[in-house]
């Protein structure tokens, strides 16, 4: 009962002394975990994997909680669990519906205290502390070497250094990658950004006008070129240039993003900086 209602207290916040009935059940209203707690609060938990939210999902559960308990239980939470790695842009969006989020840190503090020989619950914390060493392993490994989970933990820890608008899987007929976009800016023609496509980065341009596209895209092409080489910065032209309304115009050699030993996120940040000014500039400058 105290593991339990230790679990209960982070996922609340509630205080462990008043925590003194629980119940709990399963999958009511598409509710994944839902816990009475005392005689005043109620608890609903949407517990995720891979997937994310989607469908207003959140916001469905939670008027379906306050409509049940109007009246019953005074105090209401929601709490959101996710053992894989999400974003920071969704975690600031379910927050912002008035959930609490608990990632997979969070569980492995609580099952890093657990002492007991219960199969279910060392598998579980074994199969959490896998994922996360997969995650942390984009400090000890080449790029060339990353993977999925490699690459979302380079994603995350981007996430502390520059302004993300977000990442996520992108499919394409190649078999898709693993993309993150940041840094947009606009003029009266195009909006220009920088993506990660994994280990490849390129300068897009989002267009969405009636001039013929080709024009455009040439027009910041060259823009693009004139300023990376007066700063300095190699940019090599796309093996294939698009012609919808996301268009890459650019591509950084990947030494010139991530040198050639193991990750120096210092430098790193310098050069996405410096990038970010391309974008700026060919954008803003007059040439």
Known sequence: MDDKVGRVSK??????????????????????????????????????????IHDDQLNRYRS?????YRNKR??????????????????????????????RQDLLSVLNGYKGNNPLVTDYREHLQEIEDKTNNYLNSLVTEWGW?????????????????SWAYVSN?????????????????????LQ????????????????????IRRKYYERLMIVSQNMG???????RFGAGTYMTIGIVPIESVFGTSS??????????????????CTIRCDL
């Not at 989970?149 to 608008?165: S, T």
């Not at 990750?263 to 700026?280: A, G, S």
């Open 11 to 52: 996922l609340t916040s509630l205080p462990l002394k008043e925590i003194h009935s629980i119940n709990v059940g399963r999958q009511w209203r598409n509710i994944d975990i839902w816990v009475e707690i005392n005689e005043d609060c109620f608890l609903a938990i949407e517990d995720k994997t891979g997937t994310s």
């Open 64 to 68: 379906i909680v306050e409509e049940e």
């Open 74 to 103: 005074n105090q209401l939470f929601f709490t959101y669990v996710k053992t894989e790695n999400e974003p920071l842009s969704v975690e600031n969006t379910i927050q912002s519906k008035g959930y609490k989020t608990i990632n």
């Open 149 to 165: 989970y490699e690459w979302q933990g380079f994603y995350k820890e981007l996430e502390k250094h520059i302004n993300v608008d």
């Open 173 to 193: 007929p190649a078999g898709g990658f693993l993309g993150l976009w940041w840094h947009f800016v606009e003029n009266d023609e195009i909006s220009m950004y």
């Open 196 to 215: 990660f496509e994994e280990s490849k980065l390129c300068f897009k341009i989002e267009y969405e006008g009636d001039e013929n596209r080709s024009e």
């Open 233 to 239: 910065v190699k940019v090599d032209k796309p093996i």
């Open 263 to 280: 990750i120096d996120l210092i430098h790193l940040t310098h050069n996405l900086e410096r990038f970010e000014q391309i974008v700026d």
